[in-house]
């Protein structure tokens, strides 16, 4: 089977980095997303590493090391919009092969 | 803009009612998801479809059926609603280039009492 495991809380001040880190299991793997979902909204794609490595997008960064089956969310310069959930997810390696499978999401809390 | 909508925000139903979710897609997406989600459980698969007519198991098919006569509908039914099917049920899409990028519509908030 597959699972992921993430922190289920993370807290921060403003202007403070963070990083919510995934460690996953898989049959096979095809690559790592994380989305972002504020309380009551709907989760958005924010970032997706297929090779080892950093990809960076404005304050967001992601890491994945294929390795050690873990990744990170790096979060720089924290504001106070940036509190919501954050799941990291792996393609379902089943036939199909088009499903995602999400980790129970990290609540990121940010104070000022 | 892709957009996903979902035919209601909230939803309230007797338990043994049967019940329908829609949800529409307007960017010709093959690949079309049901979650449900629950506070500390996250986003649970319950079923989706790559292709019209066709549909696969997720994590958590019981009690829950689907139909895709369209490609840019998917529907969740519930046969006969359960108190323990109360949750927050998201739908979403995504292309079969874009596997990791995923679509989500807004939620629809079901309680059954």
């Not at chain 1, 807290?11 to 994380?34: D, H, K």
Request: charged share 20%; aromatic share 12%; glycine share 10%.
């Amino acid at each position: 089977g597959q699972s992921l495991e993430q922190p289920s809380e993370v807290t921060a001040v403003e202007g403070a980095i963070v990083q919510i880190n995934c460690t996953y299991q898989t049959s096979g793997f095809y690559g790592l997303s994380w989305y972002q979902q504020h309380d009551g909204g709907a989760p958005t794609f924010l970032s997706y590493n297929a090779l080892d490595g950093l990809e960076e997008t404005g304050r967001f960064s992601s890491f994945l090391s294929r390795s050690d089956s873990y990744g990170y969310l790096l979060l720089q310069e924290l504001q106070m919009k940036d509190s919501a959930s954050y799941f990291c997810a792996v393609r379902e390696a089943n036939q199909a092969g088009t499903a995602l499978i999400f980790g129970k999401g990290t609540t990121l809390s940010v104070s000022s | 803009d892709v957009k996903v909508t979902q035919s209601s925000r909230y939803l309230v139903k007797r338990t043994g009612e049967k019940v329908f979710l829609e949800c529409v897609q307007d960017m010709d997406h093959e690949n079309m998801f049901w979650y449900r989600q629950d506070p500390g459980l996250g986003l649970r698969l319950i079923y989706f479809s790559y292709d019209v007519k066709m549909k696969e198991k997720g994590d958590i098919p019981e009690g829950y059926s689907v139909s895709r006569e369209k490609k840019e509908r998917f529907s969740l039914i519930l046969e006969s609603a359960s108190t323990n099917q109360t949750s927050m049920y998201l739908c979403a899409s995504s292309s079969t280039g874009g596997l990791y990028e995923q679509y989500f519509g807004p939620g629809t908030r079901l309680t059954v009492t």
